[in-house]
């Protein structure tokens, strides 16, 4: 991924969907739309260190889950990454 990827620009109707998947996944997780905002720039950022991906297709989700040891649902963090290459040490 080159970095100018970030930056790129885009059109208002994938900006608001954007908006709008981030306002739906931080419902569910009971936390703020920058906060899911900033875990998104944290993953791609870790994950960019050891491979290319296409962070245009990440796809970041929270769910409910079944936990062994709990009572009940618990979130969880569900991160689709399309990887393009990985990295060479």
């Known amino acids: 991924m080159n970095i100018l990827d970030l930056f790129k620009k885009k059109n208002s109707g994938s ?3 954007d908006r709008l998947k ?3 996944v931080s419902d569910r ?7 899911m905002e900033a875990i998104k720039n944290d993953i791609i ?3 960019s260190k050891y491979m290319e991906i296409d962070a245009e297709g ?3 989700q929270i769910t ?7 009572q009940g ?3 969880a ?3 689709n990454i399309p990887i393009r290459d990985i990295r060479k040490a």
């Open 15 to 17: 900006i608001a969907k």
């Open 29 to 35: 997780a009971s936390c703020s739309p920058e906060i």
């Open 22 to 24: 981030l306002l739906l």
């Open 64 to 70: 409910q889950t079944e936990c062994e040891g709990s």
């Open 73 to 75: 649902a618990v979130p």
């Open 45 to 47: 950022n870790v994950i």
């Open 58 to 60: 990440l796809d970041i």
């Open 77 to 79: 963090l569900y991160a």
